[in-house]
């Protein structure tokens, strides 16, 4: 047997801009099967059945969706896919599920390949919940025995039990990522793809979900994550991809590819930046600074300075500020609707700072993203860049010992012996 479960080379695919497929009847593709040989002797293109059309670059209503992609996953490994949207990520997981077919290269698949793509893929919509699982069940080649062994497990973990018989073309979104991914993960494939879907569940749901690949990931099966979500690719996958432009534009150890897809999103780390002026804004930054006192001590703080400039009065407009955690989570937000001035956007030059107690945090780096926003609007301006600061450990035997804290705050708590409370 290969040590590999996927091995992709030199693959392709393209599309054609703007093109549309539709259904055929019974009666159209009988008749295009009796008349197809007389076509193709009238035809000047000699090519034989079923050859991919020549290629001789990127004609003019084309576009490349994947070009020139090679990687191999191995028997057991789980593989984060990471890249911008349009990327290609979702396209290169319908290729390996056989869902669409490429333009060139190859694919080989070592073992039976389970697939959770976007909502709508996979399940015939007429049939219940019920009637989907052993469909599913049928399509990845188990036995009616098989299935109902993992039946009652799928629906727990589905949360479904009352609208099981119900057709899922009246889930809610939730509900059909839930059985989806039930389905999915329980049938036991030896390959697992799956798309960024969790997004679509709550937030108890998705940890249930990772939990599930996480175990199928050390129970010795394949899997293939993407995710925009870098908490979650850090945590379940070893080594990464990331893909630009239909490409390969890095592979290797998990946290190097995803410190280089945020650099891409959010620039170099940096403490202080200027801004170049815009014309057509009707506000914008002009510089940010961001200053940390007395790191290390449960006194600590961080102030962001910020410059900028008014050219319109337009008093709705929020100054929003996030501190989020290197996997760009979210752990704070503020904005200036908490600043009572009336001077805040006026037309002008302004400064305005923001102070916060840092200690709180655990230790490690943090980003800091700001912008513009008008509610109802689009960001008026949102810097791609990211200003960072360095949590240190906190003065405790713990850190010298070079113990780190887990967990994503820290609070100074008290510890104190009660002895006698305890007879």
């Known amino acids: 047997m290969s040590d590999f479960a996927i091995r992709v080379e030199n693959l392709g695919k393209r599309y054609r801009i703007g093109q549309t497929v539709g259904y ?29 059309p020549p290629m001789t670059g990127d004609k003019q209503g084309y576009i490349w969706a994947l070009k020139d992609v090679s990687f191999d996953v191995k028997q057991g490994e789980a593989v984060g896919i990471i890249g911008r949207n349009g990327s290609g990520k979702s396209t290169l997981l319908k290729i390996l599920s056989r869902i669409t ?41 188990l036995k009616k025995a098989e299935i109902e062994r993992k039946f009652d497990d799928i629906v727990a973990f589905a949360e479904i039990e009352k609208f099981l018989d119900t057709p899922v073309k009246r889930y809610s979104s939730g509900m059909y990522v839930r059985l989806a991914f039930a389905v999915a993960a329980h049938l036991e494939p030896d390959i697992l793809l799956v798309d960024e879907v969790l997004a679509v569940g709550d937030t108890a749901f998705q940890k249930k979900c990772l939990g599930k690949m996480d175990e199928v990931a050390k129970g010795g099966r394949t899997v293939l994550f993407i995710s925009h979500n870098m908490a979650a690719v850090k945590s379940l996958c070893s080594r990464c991809i990331l893909l630009k432009d239909g490409g390969i534009e890095l592979a290797g150890l998990t946290s190097e590819v995803t410190n280089k897809y945020m650099e891409a999103l959010f620039g170099t780390p940096t403490s202080n930046v200027t801004f170049q002026e815009d014309p057509n804004l009707r506000i914008q930054f002009l510089k940010a600074k961001l200053i940390t006192s007395t790191p290390g001590s449960n006194t600590e703080e961080t102030t962001l300075r910020f410059e900028y400039l008014v050219r319109e009065e337009v008093k709705s407009v929020l100054l929003c500020v996030e501190v989020r955690s290197p996997d760009d989570l979210c752990i704070f937000y503020s904005n200036d609707d908490l600043l009572n001035d009336n001077r805040k956007h006026k037309i002008g030059k302004h400064t305005i700072t923001l102070t916060i107690p840092s200690y709180l945090l655990a230790p490690g780096e943090y980003l800091l993203a700001f912008g513009f ?51």
């Open 373 to 423: 926003w008008e509610p109802g609007h689009e960001p008026e301006h949102f810097p791609g860049v990211r200003l960072t600061f360095r949590r240190e450990e906190p003065n405790s035997r713990l850190s010298s010992h070079g113990i780190h804290w887990p967990g994503l705050i820290y609070l100074p708590v008290t510890w104190r012996y009660i002895d006698e409370d305890c007879y």
């Open 101 to 141: 077919a490429p333009t060139e290269g190859q694919v080989e698949i070592h073992g039976r390949a389970g697939a959770l793509l976007e909502v709508g893929t996979g399940f015939h919509p007429e049939l219940t919940g019920r009637e989907n699982i052993y469909l599913n069940g049928a399509i990845l080649g």
């Open 24 to 52: 055929k009847t019974l009666r159209e593709s009988l008749s295009n099967a009796v008349t197809a040989p007389f076509r193709r002797l009238r035809s000047t293109d000699r090519r034989t059945p079923g050859e991919n």
